[in-house]
Structures are given as structure tokens and as C-alpha cells.
């Protein structure tokens, strides 16, 4: 359980996620994730990283589980001297921001293996790679209305128009690989069991380029980037503390729990 990586072909590397049983990333997840996405761009033999994930689907976010626990904390001991009661909460927005930029920054391209659902940080993740590969099963959403947070709309505005982006971010509905092949943003859709294949296809044709030069071409098209991701993102992240610190995401999030817990039962 953790985050690993692997090379399974000269010339790239493989960050797998793995933290059952949704990959709902913990904060030290992020960071993790952050580091070996960094490392492998930073390998001198690496020419193209693959992000893919195990289980049930690709992403499903910030474990709220683990904010909502510090919350609680706090007030259930009050008297504790210095506690906010948003450490975990400071740690997930840094996390998330380390991990997107990381993988917008990575020095080689980026080629994200998505399956399954892919929500909330995953849109931050698949929004900054260079190419998205999906399963036919994958769908790609930001439920952040719905968990009390905010956040990511820079990175689902990469993936479909301006006013589709509102019209998902406002209804926390999620759209379809095939609705996103549609719009030119996933390079290909494939059944589940060939993802891994799809993926290390496509990593294949780019590691084929010359190591030197593919490290340019990133470069430059990050360079020629309209708007600054990491810089965008900072901006929406105020907000989602503002609504912290105001209380009303821990009155969407004590809902969102709830809801969920009656699920599982």
C-alpha cells in the first residue's frame, strides 16, 4: 500500500498509487506521490513517466476521513494550547498542490492510466498530465460541492469547455472517458484490461524520442501555457480554507459522512 514505482521498459518509469480501498489519498499520500513523480522526471534515463493506480478506480480525492478525525479531536479537547483543528486540512491543500505541480513539472511527459472513477484531486492529477488514457469504465468528476471543499476547476478547465466545466463543478456531475475522448482531451479510450497496454504503448512512442530534446519539448509547451496552473490552483485553495474556517464545510462534510456511512451499511 503506498506509492511505488517501476520500469518496465527502457526509458520509463511507472508511479503507481495503491491506498484501499478508493485511493483516497491520506496527506502523506500526496506528498509521496509528489516525491516519486519528481524522482522519476529527475532520472536522466527516463523519457516518459505512466500514473497509474490499483484498485476500484484511479482517484477519489483527500481523505476527508482523515480531516474530519482532526476536527473531532479538536473538539472533543478543546484546551489543547495552539491546536487549530486545521493541520490536516493545511496539510491536504499543500499535499494536493505538491502533487499536482509535480506532475505539470515532471521533467519528461506524463501519460495518466485512468480507471474506474477519477474525482476530486484525481481531476488535479489527469488535468496537469501531458496525455490521459482511459478505461471505458472511467469517469471523471469534482464532488467538491458535495464534500464541503473547493478546488481543481483550473484543472478540469484543461480537460473540457469553459462552460461545461461550471455546469460539473456546480452540479458535482461527472462525465464519461468517451465524453472526454469527445472533446480532444483523453488520447484513448480502451476496455479496462488493456489500460496498462494502451498506456505503456503510447509511453513506448514518446521514450522512443530523444531524451534530450523530449525534456525541451516539455519545457517549452509548458511554457507556452496560458495560464499558470500552479499559481490558479493556490487561488482556488484560499477559498476552500475560507469555507473551513467559516464552518460551513464542516456542515456539507458532517452531511457527506453520514450519508456515506448509511451507504455502507
Known sequence: MGVSTSSPEKGISVVTVDFPPVNALPVRGWFELADAVRAAGRDAEVRCVVLSAEGRGFNAGVDIKEIQQEQRQQRDRPDQRGATGHGALIGANRGCAEAFAAVYECEVPVVAAVRGFCLGGGIGLVGNADVIVASDDATFGLPELDRGALGAATHLARLVPQHLMRALYYTSRTATAAELHAHGSVWRVVPRADLPDAA??????????????????KAAINGIDPVDVRRSYRFEQGFTFEANVSGVADRVRDTFGKSREGEDR
Do not use: F, T, V, Y
Open 200 to 217: 505503456l504503448e503510447l509511453a513506448r512512442e514518446i521514450a522512443a524520442k530523444d531524451g534530450q530534446l523530449i525534456r525541451l519539448a
